[in-house]
């Protein structure tokens, strides 16, 4: 990723959320996105998450230049090689916990009886075995992320991206989900991506990168960041 | 993505939100339904009238004064009236035919404490054989009863039902108009025809009628009946031509009279209520239009709502046709299952109607289909344009979205 720009507005009412943003994120990294809020975290968060294309700059997808791609390729590119995990959850209400989890093997068009085997696999995994028939609002908030992770593993993508996923969660059931996290990257050798605010939960990664009003001004392991 | 999961997913968004489903297909099932219900009304009443206009009678011609551009409803008055004299004239001068002169005259008439106002109809003894109406019981008019418009009557037999209460008819006396009228025959039943009960009437001879009910020599309505099938044109050619003689029209002037075969008659009153049909048909359809403008109002409402599962389905690798197709499969989905409900019930309306009516319940496989398909094709021409906007959506505003 170098020189990203994302810049909203014209004229006087321009914000620069990421301005001149250069960065190289390895295969199997674990890596934390700290800074105070509205600098531009999220944002770079959904241009590597290719959600969002940057305004000016040139972003390298595993040797991929994402700007040559159209939407629909862009999102063959997420459907096959990223997970997302957000702040608020975001599961289908009124859906049961199995069918959420399922949701991206429809699109990929996977067998009835396989998308319901590895989706019951993915529940399993995340410690969710017995809530399969549930529905979001059945289940604490914590159970509600692990349902989200369940959803982004699904498909096994090399890259999990997660934006503030213990935000909405206590200090107990953020560490049960970063636990749950750091296993699975270890099992399967993934790339996590995560955007946090609590060093508690930052420690866990490998390499932190800590933005200020757009740029990228800290890179490196927690012990050198974090006080 | 394959179709299967397609159409599961809009059925579950449809069941998800059964009232607002209902309600969104609750304009099409309407529109179907009046659609289905008007069209079959309107081809029922077309058809009714032929079979009506059938048993009258195929060989028989009606001459009546006036003009006929259009049709036996719009017959100018102002002409003059024919004479028994004219009837007399064809009966002598064309081969082939009966002759049944006729004016008819509302009348109230009484028996008893029962009364009545009845349309009684002069004429002569061919009428019975011309217009298909035999009797039941008693005896035809005597020559000098004809001849001097005795007070003698044949009556139909609601007449007797409701008059007479069982008591034998033949051989009392009503009271028609200010005359006291012998009962000599009842006819037989016929029923309804074009809404009108046939077996509500008296029959008299035509000078009875003119004398004592109307107080005009006046003959409206010549019935003539061609014995032999297939010369009715002829026939009608014959008659055109004596009266044209007989009432002095300049033979550069049109007819002051008109001869109508019921064929003629059949075709005028089948095109008025197929006009109607169109009509009825043409109000239907715009209903079924505002239904389908309801269906995209929803549709954009249920996208405006489901904005961040729109974003959710996008980050998690769902294309722009993914997408459309979700939405458009519901849309078309509501439009079919209210297209299915309204046809169901435009064809129970329709027999309802129709039974209660007295009309011919026919369903028109074509009329069913049509609206049928009107309404999926209303689903997807009003359906696609929400679907797109859904499709269309940034992800990230979309994720954004509260
Ligand atoms: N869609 C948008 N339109 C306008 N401004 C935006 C939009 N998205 C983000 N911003 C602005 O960009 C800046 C960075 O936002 P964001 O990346 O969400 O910050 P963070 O996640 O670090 O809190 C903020 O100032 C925010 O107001
Ligand atoms: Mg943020």
Redesign the pocket.
């Known amino acids: 990723m170098r020189g990203i720009y994302?810049i909203?507005?014209t004229g006087a009412a321009e914000?620069?959320?990421?301005d001149g943003v250069d960065l190289t994120i390895r295969d199997g990294e674990f890596v934390a996105?700290m800074?105070?809020?509205?600098?531009?975290?999220?944002?770079?968060?959904?241009i590597i998450g290719c959600l969002d294309v940057p305004t000016a700059g040139e972003y390298l997808f595993r040797g991929v230049d994402v700007a040559g791609l159209d939407r629909d390729e862009l999102a063959l590119l997420r459907r096959h090689f990223m997970g997302f995990i957000f702040q608020s959850f975001n599961l289908l209400p009124r859906v049961t916990a199995v069918a959420n989890v399922e949701l991206p093997l429809i699109y990929d068009g996977v067998k009835r009886a396989t998308r319901r085997a590895r989706a019951t696999e993915a529940l399993r995994t995340v410690g969710l075995a017995g809530r399969e028939s549930a529905t979001p609002n059945q289940l604490s908030g914590g159970q509600q992320q692990r349902v989200a992770i369940a959803r982004a593993l699904v498909t096994e993508p090399p890259l999990l991206l997660a934006?503030?996923p213990t935000g909405n969660l206590d200090t107990a059931m953020s560490d049960g989900i970063m636990v749950q996290l750091d296993r699975i990257r270890v099992e399967r050798g993934i790339t996590i991506i995560m955007?946090t605010h609590e060093p508690s939960v930052a420690r866990y990664a490998e390499r932190i990168l800590h933005?200020v009003d757009?740029r990228l001004v800290k890179d490196g392991p927690p012990a050198a960041i974090l006080p | 993505m394959n179709w299967l999961d397609i159409f599961l997913m809009a059925f579950q968004a449809i069941v998800r939100n059964k009232l607002r489903s209902f309600l969104t297909a609750l304009g099409i099932i309407i529109g179907v339904g009046s659609v289905v219900v008007m069209v079959h009304l309107g081809q029922s009443a077309t058809q009714s009238v032929t079979d009506e206009i059938a048993s009258i009678g195929s060989n028989l011609l009606f001459v009546m004064p006036g003009t006929a551009q259009r049709g036996p409803g719009g017959v100018r008055s102002i002409a003059r009236p024919f004479e028994l004299d004219d009837a007399e004239a064809i009966e002598r001068e064309v081969p082939g035919i009966l002759v049944a002169p006729a004016l008819t005259s509302n009348a109230t008439v009484v028996f008893g404490n029962a009364n009545e106002t009845i349309a009684v109809i002069g004429t002569n003894n061919n009428y019975f054989i011309v217009r298909n109406h035999a009797l039941a019981h008693g005896r035809e008019f005597e020559d000098s009863e004809l001849g001097a418009g005795s007070a003698v009557c044949i009556i139909g037999t609601t007449l007797v039902e409701e008059m007479y209460a069982g008591q034998q008819p033949l051989g009392t006396t009503l009271r028609v108009g200010r005359t006291a009228c012998r009962v000599i025959g009842v006819l037989e039943k016929k029923g309804q025809s074009m809404g009108q009960d046939r077996d509500k009437t008296i029959v008299m001879p035509i000078k009875a009628v003119q004398r004592r009910l109307v107080g005009k020599l006046d003959v409206q309505t010549i019935y003539v009946s061609a014995l032999v099938d297939g010369t009715t044109r002829t026939v009608q050619r014959d008659i055109e031509s004596l009266l044209r003689q007989r009432r002095r029209v300049a033979s550069a002037a049109d007819d002051d009279f008109y001869v109508r075969d019921t064929q003629d008659i059949a075709e005028a009153l089948a095109s008025t209520t197929n006009t109607l049909t169109i009509l009825l048909g043409a109000i239907a359809a715009v209903s079924l239009l505002v239904g389908g403008i309801g269906i995209m109002n929803i549709m954009l409402v249920s996208v405006t709502e489901r904005i961040r599962e729109i974003g959710i389905r996008l980050a998690i690798g769902a294309r722009t046709r993914d997408v459309l197709m979700q939405f458009l499969v519901e849309s078309v989905a509501l439009s079919t299952l209210g297209g299915l409900i309204g046809l169901i019930l435009g064809v129970a309306g329709t027999w309802l109607i129709t039974t209660r009516m007295n009309m011919p319940f026919l369903l028109s496989p074509a009329v069913m289909l049509m609206g049928f398909s009107f309404a999926v094709v209303i689903g997807i021409v009003f359906g696609f344009f929400p679907a797109r906007k859904a499709a269309h959506l940034n992800p990230?505003?979309a994720l954004?979205h509260e």
């Open positions: 994302k909203y507005g914000v620069r959320a990421l996105i800074g105070p809020s509205g600098s531009g975290k999220s944002t770079c968060m959904n934006d503030e955007v933005f757009g | 990230v505003d954004r």
